[in-house]
C-alpha cells in the first residue's frame, strides 16, 4: 500500500474512465464517502419528467383553440383528453393531470418569450417555436393586460381650482360635497370644499358618474313614493262613509 501511495500519478477517477457520475458522486469521491447521509442523497433518484414532442404540444393548443372557437370557453383537461385520443405521438401516456400540468407550462413559456421579444426583440427561430407561440398568444394574449399593473387614476390636481369651476364640471359631484359638509357640523367650515378644489380629473369624472345615477336613481324613487302615496290617499278617501 506504500508503494501505491508514492506513486506520482493517482488511480483514475469515474469521469476520466468514462462513467456518467453525478454532482453528489463526485464529491463523495473527493471526499472519501464517509457520509452516511451524502451516500443516501447520491443515490435518492431523481424525478423523471418526461418530455413532450413539438409536434404533441401543437396539436394540444390547436385543440384549446378550437374547442373555445366551437363552444365559447377553455376545455377542461378531460374534454382535451377525449379530443387529442389517437392524435398524440405520446398518446399512451396522456391524462387530464398531464394535459393541466402541459398547459401552464406552455401558458408560463409564452409569458416568457413575450416579454424577451418585447424588451429585446427577440423571436422564435424554429418553424415548430413559431407556431407554438402564436397559438399560445392566440389563446392568451388577452390576458396579458390582468398581469400587468393597473396605473391608479391621480387623486390630487397639480394645483388648486376656482370651485366655480368645478361646479360646472362636476355639478353632482359638487352637490354632495355641500350634502356632506352640511352634515358634519364638526368641521372646519369650508375644509373640505378646499380639498374639493384639489382632486384630479380621472378620479372626479369617476365620482360624478356614480354620483349622477345615485341621485338619479333618488329622484325615481322619490317620484314612485309620491305615486304610492296618491293611491293610498284616494283608496283612504273612496272608503269614506
Known amino acids: 500500500m506504500a508503494l501505491k501511495r508514492s506513486q506520482p500519478r493517482p488511480p483514475a477517477s469515474p469521469d476520466e474512465t468514462g462513467e456518467a457520475v453525478s454532482d453528489d458522486q463526485g464529491d463523495d469521491s473527493s471526499s472519501g ?9 447520491a443515490k435518492k433518484p431523481s424525478v423523471f419528467v418526461r418530455k413532450w414532442p413539438p409536434a404533441d404540444e401543437i396539436s394540444l393548443l390547436e385543440a384549446v383553440a378550437s374547442h373555445r372557437q366551437r363552444h365559447g370557453r377553455t376545455p377542461s383537461p378531460d374534454d382535451l383528453v377525449a379530443a387529442l385520443h389517437g392524435h398524440l405521438l405520446t398518446d399512451g ?33 424554429k418553424d415548430h417555436d413559431l407556431k407554438i407561440y402564436r397559438l399560445s398568444k392566440l389563446l392568451w394574449e388577452a390576458k396579458l393586460g390582468t398581469r400587468q399593473r393597473k396605473k391608479k387614476p391621480s387623486i390630487a390636481h397639480h394645483e388648486p381650482r376656482e370651485l366655480g369651476l368645478l361646479e360646472v364640471m362636476y355639478p353632482c359631484l ?22 374639493f378644489g384639489r382632486i384630479g380629473d380621472e378620479k372626479a369624472v369617476q365620482l360624478e358618474t356614480k354620483a349622477k ?27 269614506i262613509e
Open 174 to 195: 359638487s352637490a354632495m360635497v355641500d350634502a356632506i359638509e352640511a352634515s358634519r357640523p364638526c368641521t372646519v367650515a369650508g375644509m373640505l370644499r378646499r380639498s
Open 93 to 125: 401516456l396522456v391524462d387530464a393531470q398531464t394535459v393541466s400540468r402541459r398547459l401552464a407550462s406552455l401558458r408560463h413559456r409564452y409569458y416568457v418569450a413575450w416579454k424577451r421579444i418585447s424588451s429585446r426583440g427577440v423571436v422564435p427561430v
Open 33 to 41: 464517502g464517509s457520509s452516511g447521509s451524502d451516500t443516501a442523497r
Open 213 to 239: 345615477k345615485l341621485l338619479l336613481a333618488e329622484v325615481k324613487v322619490a317620484m314612485q313614493l309620491g305615486e304610492l302615496r296618491n293611491k293610498v290617499t284616494r283608496t283612504l278617501l273612496e272608503l
